[in-house]
């Protein structure tokens, strides 16, 4: 029953995290849910999520065509960041996680339901035709590197800061700005998961499982997922992220 609790969950969080990136919102309170205590939990989630992020990637490769310049100036920003966050986990004592975990929840919360209003400027940005040569601000660079940070230490609705940075920053359609957004979160995933994985706190057992979950999904959101409502998965992810929050509070 655990297993397979843990496998859904990782479905759901590569489904939404293909769609808006707030899966984390889901997947990490299931492990904490379950009995592991909450900086495990971080860590195995992240590692678990991997696959998932770089399934949704793979299912839009016709969206990242024509972004390699993009890609190039914003991945190290992102790959910096996330190193950074991951070494914080580790250097600040477990406790502090533990304390703060819960406002980094609803501060996705919070992300995640102004989702529409950022997407919403996306749109208002967007141009009918993709700019492949556009410069990439120096501040974009930085509030890129911010969000890697956020997303190494922790994560939830880091796709969110993301889409809202980018859609104010560049001229380009939602469905190809949400493609660089996976391809730098599955980076801040991937860099801060090969952190933890060295530092060997991660619990395989539960990763594997995330890991089969979240690969579905992200390739089943990448595909489908248009198609659910947004509002429906925000209402799900709130909620989630509400008791998740209120149970860790209530731990102190």
């Known amino acids: 029953m655990t297993g397979s609790a843990i496998t859904a969950a990782g479905f759901a969080a590569g489904f939404v995290n293909s769609i808006v990136g707030s899966g984390t919102l889901i997947s990490f309170p299931t492990l904490v849910g379950v009995g ?24 839009q490769r016709r969206e990242l065509t024509g972004q390699r310049h993009r890609l ?3 991945v190290p920003a992102s790959a910096i960041g996330a190193a950074v966050g991951a070494l914080l986990l580790f ?28 997407q919403r400027r996306v749109r208002e940005r967007a141009g009918a035709s993709a700019d492949t040569t556009e410069r990439i601000s120096p501040w974009l660079q930085l509030g890129v590197a911010a969000a890697g940070i956020y997303g190494g230490y922790f994560g939830a609705a880091q796709g969110v800061i993301l889409l809202g ?3 104010t920053t560049i001229d380009d359609s939602l469905s ?17 998961a090969t952190i933890f994985v060295v530092h060997g706190n991660v ?8 890991a089969a979950g979240s690969t579905a999904g992200g390739i089943t959101g990448s595909r489908f ?3 659910i409502k947004p509002r429906v998965l925000r209402i799900v ?11 860790l509070f209530a731990s102190w």
Do not use: E
């Open 176 to 192: 190809r700005i949400n493609a660089t957004k996976n391809v730098l979160a599955g980076t801040v995933n991937l860099v801060a």
């Open 36 to 59: 592991y205590a909450s900086q495990i939990a971080n860590i195995t989630n992240n590692t678990g999520l991997v696959p998932g992020s770089f399934s949704a990637v793979a299912a």
């Open 225 to 227: 997922g248009r198609r």
């Open 237 to 247: 992810i709130a909620v989630v992220g509400l008791v998740a929050a209120a149970r």
């Open 203 to 210: 619990v395989w057992a539960a990763a594997g499982l995330l």
């Open 165 to 167: 940075l980018m859609g």
């Open 91 to 118: 250097a600040l004592p477990g406790r502090y996680f533990s304390h703060i975990v819960p406002f980094l929840i609803l501060l996705g919360v919070v992300l995640v339901l102004i989702g529409p209003t950022v």
């Open 72 to 74: 190039m100036r914003l």
